[in-house]
């Protein structure tokens, strides 16, 4: 094989988030993503540090990623509709690109604490997050536990639709609808309880 014309780090990186795509974030390896490229494994490491590197990598594109799409959802939205459209982004985003989404599931800040690109990725979508919960009243603290169960919802409704979770005919949308507003309704009601 010969060193393919035009190969830099996007490409790399870009191969590497369709392969985790297709096949699962898990089973990535430089091997697989060689012979996508066309290239000898060790031809990569003149771009990426080896499969930490690319794993890193794709942490990076996908926090980018996901903070762009729900960035554009929120954009001239605020209140609940703000929220149901981060929701529904959110879970459209993990559908689209499992892969991808699977290298932003663990929080930097286990992993890689003093990275600051990956520290900036990630506060980008928490803030776009934040935004949006500041808009319905809900700050500081309650921001941070608001944020963390939106997440949960749309990740662990996405989650199992992805895996088939879902086999009965009922509408999924309207089951999605119902969990959102179900949450949405339990943040109204905790902020009412602060009021008082």
Do not use: W
């Not at 010969?2 to 898990?26: C, M, N, Q």
């Not at 089973?27 to 499969?51: F, I, M, Q, T």
């Not at 703000?82 to 989404?101: D, I, Q, T």
């Not at 309650?142 to 169960?149: F, K, L, P, T, Y």
């Amino acid at each position: 094989m010969s060193p393919r014309a035009g190969l830099d780090r996007v490409v790399v990186v870009d191969a590497a988030a369709a392969l985790a795509d297709e096949e699962g974030f898990d089973d990535l390896s430089l091997a697989r993503l060689a012979k996508r490229l066309g290239v000898r494994k060790p031809s990569l490491y003149n771009h990426v540090a080896g499969l930490g590197g690319i794993r890193r990598e794709l942490a990076l594109k996908g926090l980018r990623d996901l903070g762009q799409v729900l960035s554009s959802a929120s954009t001239g939205r605020d209140g609940e509709a703000g929220l149901f459209s981060l929701a529904e982004a959110y879970r459209a985003f993990v559908k689209e690109h499992p892969g991808l989404y699977a290298a932003t599931v663990m929080s930097y800040r286990i992993y890689a604490p003093d990275d600051p690109e990956l520290g900036t990725a990630e506060g980008e979508v928490l803030q776009t997050v934040v935004s949006i919960l500041a808009s319905c009243g809900i700050r500081d603290e309650e921001a941070v536990h608001a944020a963390r169960g939106l997440r949960a919802v749309a990740h662990g409704f996405a989650t199992l639709e992805a895996a088939g979770g879902f086999g009965m005919p009922t509408d999924v949308e309207e089951s999605f609808r119902r969990l959102v507003r179900t949450f949405v309704t339990g943040l109204r009601s905790r902020a009412a309880e602060r009021e008082h």
